[in-house]
């Protein structure tokens, strides 16, 4: 089972970092690599079940199935249900937590998934690097933050 974890601290309130990334259709708000998404079935985008399907800026195509959402927590968790990666099982969770010092927000994105072994430390740096560090670096721009 291959494992990507990458964290940060953003120069803003968890609450407002909230509410940019809560929605699960609003990745192409906050995350560069995302071109447009839409929930499949019209339904709400904070409904646990339903569907993203979105393309990214190069014209790929994704489809991930949220598996839990808390707004007491701060967290969401999805899976990919189809990806041009090669991977299989992967389900990811980006949470967020306060820095009470300076009323920061220390933000975290893990995932796990299965895959050929050859294929493994590839796709581990893509995710960390390309998906989960890109989305925080453009939350830090977003916020004032580098």
């Known amino acids: 089972m291959a494992r990507v974890y990458t964290s940060s601290v953003i120069s803003a309130p968890p609450d407002r970092?909230?509410?940019?990334?809560?929605?699960?259709?609003?990745?192409?708000?906050?995350?560069?690599?995302?071109r447009e998404s839409r929930i499949e079935e019209a339904l709400p985008a904070d409904k646990v079940g339903c569907i993203?399907?979105?393309n990214l800026q190069n014209g790929d195509n994704i489809r991930e199935?949220?598996?839990?959402?808390?707004?007491y927590d701060m967290f969401v968790t999805y899976s990919i249900l189809e990806s041009p990666m090669p991977l299989e099982g992967y389900v990811a969770t980006l949470r967020l937590t306060p820095v009470t010092e300076g009323d920061r927000t220390f933000i975290e994105w893990s995932a796990e998934f299965s895959c050929d072994p050859s294929d493994e430390d590839e796709l581990v740096a893509?995710?960390?690097?390309?998906v989960f560090q890109a989305g925080f670096d453009a939350l830090k721009r977003?916020?004032?933050g580098g």
Not at 65 to 71: H, I, M, V
Not at 126 to 130: A, H, R, S
């Open 65 to 71: 199935q949220l598996l839990g959402l808390s707004d």
């Open 17 to 34: 970092v909230w509410e940019r990334i809560r929605g699960f259709n609003d990745l192409p708000r906050w995350h560069p690599m995302i």
């Open 52 to 54: 993203r399907n979105f």
């Open 142 to 144: 977003q916020f004032g």
């Open 126 to 130: 893509m995710i960390g690097t390309d």
